[in-house]
């Protein structure tokens, strides 16, 4: 098993339905989707920003949902995306950062390719048992249960860590 290098990160890339969401969607009457989502992963999201760590929310789903929470957390996000690791690498790229520099959380088998080419590739606890087992780490929360809070603490703690020594 890898030594994961938590305070080489400079980016997280997340999922969003499964990852920032429990992944369920619930309908109203009139077809309305909503989602439920963490306020603590919200916070994590907002610590790890403020010591210069950059945030996107890449999606495969088609939902003004993503939009309207990104919005609100401050992160990029790209919704509908069908290839995720192309938009992934590009990312990485345009940041003039390596792929060791970043983390990828995702929970199904759209996120495999992330998963495998991130510097730290996680999966929620709840995740698809075959990404599971081709992950660098996998969060004990599961998706939707403050896993993205998690992954931000472990960041952080390595980054405090590598300070006091």
């Keep these: 098993m890898k030594k994961l290098s938590w305070n080489k990160i400079k980016l997280l890339v997340l999922d969003f339905d499964g990852v920032m969401t ?5 309908l ?3 077809g309305v989707e909503t ?4 306020r603590k992963d919200g916070l994590g999201i907002e610590f790890i920003q403020k010591i210069g760590i950059r945030v996107v929310v890449i ?6 949902v993503v939009e ?3 919005k609100k957390l401050k992160v990029p ?11 992934f690498e590009s990312i990485v790229k345009k ?3 390596s792929l060791h520099q970043t983390c990828y959380v995702g929970d199904d088998i759209i996120d495999i390719e992330c998963v495998q080419i991130a510097g730290i590739g996680v999966v929620v606890g709840d995740a698809e048992p075959s990404v599971a087992k081709l992950s660098d780490y996998q969060t004990k929360r599961n998706g939707g249960d403050h896993a993205v809070r998690e992954v931000c603490d472990c960041i952080l703690l390595a980054l405090k860590n590598k300070k006091s020594k």
């Design 22 to 26: 429990d992944g369920f969607v619930y």
């Design 28 to 30: 109203n009457q009139d």
């Design 35 to 38: 989602v439920r989502c963490s």
């Design 59 to 64: 999606s495969r789903e088609k939902n003004k």
């Design 68 to 70: 309207a929470r990104c």
């Design 77 to 87: 996000c790209f919704y509908g995306v069908a290839n995720k690791k192309t938009l």
């Design 95 to 97: 940041f003039k950062l």
